[in-house]
């Protein structure tokens, strides 16, 4: 049997019935009077300390396509299979080659977001652009998907007799990497991290020459996944006796209002001769006030071995980490040989139980929490997959202003920033990794992804894979369950401190399901009161639910279009949001789930194809501004009183006609008026919504909420004239001057009373002066083919974003906006400056130039 699942539907292009949503007005500053504070970007997990030095090495690169089919526009690679015949003479990563027509880049860098829309629908259901956003990448076109990067920089001569390592977050896809003419390594997955020692590779004293070939034409999943080096890139310089690469561990008893920590970690001696080395662990609390010490005695390591050390301290009260005080700590590691230090890093962590209870679901901290969660990947508007840091917090803040308190790194390892958001601001993680197998590629990128990250708090569940219907109920269900048994026991052997699942769309009563510690569902509200009844002992909960979609602003499904009504519309293989949290919400032995999906992504444009190009799944949109049905679980998610009502109210045309009203509130009762008119008083069903028929007529429509007889919240809907003005409004008025931190930039049309238009959709026109410069913009609009990188973009229901990025010198970026000359209108112009500070910026790897560093 095959189900119809989210992935099946997307494939097939079967339609649906149904479904709404609407545009908030000065979005921006309602998520920060929400409680959504923004947060600074983020340092690297495990941030280096003296002596050993982490360079990041984003700056400066070149870009230049390449060709998958043509040696001669590959720049002659493998023209006659000599590449690698001899080391040091590929002549890319030389010096002497002129790469003076190549593309300035700064890294992360997403090469797919830039290239143009391809309506091709031909091939097998893998092999169709429509799921990965109909961008031109695959065999079939060679002279887009490979892209070649290069960097020149100086190693100082004082650098000899250290390890030198270039590291790598992620790339997309294939890598053959190149230094000084040397062929150094490969790597071909999308998501794992990877590094190369480039220690007897390197010119000390002078200037060197690293370039890369990175081939997209495969692809790891069947989203939108990007094409490039998209994640960060560093330089690491170490002495030969150093720490283990992510083999820092802290690990927690909580028992009588004390914490015992046990410590671990690896070194290894690169160096010629033995050493005597010791181990010295600081734990400081967020105040950098020293709360425990301890050694680990020396040991002797012998040259080219590592060696295992452990220790343990005491934590007397600690504070425990939680979404609501999400406290963290830092162990400060050292290596000690001789009484000098030879390496040191800095890990963050936190202190916390959680425990999957089959009867009374998830408790953390000993108190029981339902898990309000998401299904994410990892695009945005704008830039694709290469999400400065600063996005990644503006992300985890729109989401925890709904409520969300837990996400679903859907369906691969995620990026260190995105963690390490969620250790910062509070929001639990289910982990997962992409390939699901227990051949070496797979059980290698499960242990990077867990060795990575278990030391973060935020993460509750590792997830071994999702929807793998031949390992699950079909002829591979055997097979199935001797490979989940071996990924599941190498997630125990590297972290047992946390349970590990699955995301299964069948009933998991055989397959991969067999050896999961807890059970996650996907949809199928049919499955878990049955397997709960017949299997009391395993805990459960909804690994991805609802499947909900619409489009922003919009309340008619018009296929014509390409629309959905926002009011509750749904695929056939999922549940609107009352429906799945009535379900997981009222049960106490499910521990809760995660909702597909917290932000619309590109690619898998359900439920039409062409000329939609991204999904219409997210409870936010591409651009994070909220649907509708955001307001539902703010209302159900959140303790503070809570009221939306929707639509908006500008339906010339349409006077006298019934238009539905709904509101999403958690107060007892609600009355609806239109222009002063009561048109009766409801009573909120719990998990539910208040709706009428009111017959339009222009003016205002009005929510009251009320508890206890009082009234808690009002919310209007005016009828708006034409618009008359430009509003830009930032996220934030000051960034930081280190040439990686954003604002982020929302545009609104006003009329002649200062009333945002929730049915503009003018063209406007952007210039980016001073520190900074445009990196990104959008709209929402699930079938807008406008380019995510020109300096212009149409509004879509009253809304769009424009994301600017910082120089490395203080100043001020000016951005004006002005209704674009394509598209004449009488809206006028609009500005608005943003502040850069210069801070103490992370050490980087300066740029080279052939007259020197710039």
Known sequence: MVDITRRTFVISGAGLLGASLLPRAAWAGSMLSAGAQPALPSLPEDAALAPREQLLFDFGWRFAFGNGADPSKDFGYGFGQSDFSKTGTFKIATPAFDDASWHERDLPHDWAVELPFVHDDS?????????????????????????????????????????IWIEFDGAMRDIVLFVNGCFIGRHDDGYSPFRFDLTDFLNYGGKNVVALRVDASFGDGWFYEGAGIYRHVWLTKMDPVHLGKWESVVRSVVKDQAATLSLATIVENEGEQPVQASIEWTIVDASGRTVAQATSPAQSIAAGSPSHYQAAADIGNPALWSPDEPHLYTVVVKVVVDNAVRDAESVPFGIRTALFDPDRGFFLNGKPLKIQGTCNHQDHAGVGSALPDRLQSFRVAVLQGMGCNAVRTSHNMPTPEWVAACDRMGMLMMCETRQMSSNPSGLHQLELMVKRYRNAPSIIIWSIGNEEWALQEGDMAKEGARIAATMVEHCHALDPTRVVSAAVNGNNEQGVSDSLDIIGFNYHLDYPDAFHAKHPKRAVFGSETSSAIATRGEYKTDKSKNTVSSYDGVVPWGESPEQWWTFYGTRDWLAGGFAWTGFDYRGEPTPYGWPSVSSQFGIADLCGFPKDYYYYYKAWWT????????????????????????????????????????????????????????????????????RNGQTVLTERRETTGAGQKLRLSADRSEIDADGQDVAIITVEILDEHHRPVPTANNAIAFRITGAGKLIGVGNGDPNCQESDKAPKRSLFNGLAQVIVQSTRDAGVIHIEAVGDESTPSSIGASSLSIKTRKVSPRPIVAEVSSKGAV
């Open 123 to 163: 091939g097998d259901d893998d092999t169709r652009l429509t799921s990965h956003g109909y961008k031109p990448l695959g065999r079939r076109f060679p002279a887009t998907s490979v892209g070649w990067y290069r960097r020149v920089f100086d190693i100082p001569a004082s650098d000899s007799g250290r390890r």
């Open 639 to 706: 303790k503070a009183p809570s009221l939306h009502v929707f639509p908006h109210w500008n339906w010339q045309g349409r006077e006298g006609q019934d238009i539905p009203v709904w509101v999403y509130t958690n107060l007892d009762e609600v009355e609806l008026l239109l222009n002063g008119k009561s048109l009766g008083i409801k009573q909120v069903p719990r998990l539910g919504h208040v709706q009428w028929n009111v017959a339009y007529a222009p003016g205002v429509i009005e929510a009251r909420g009320r």
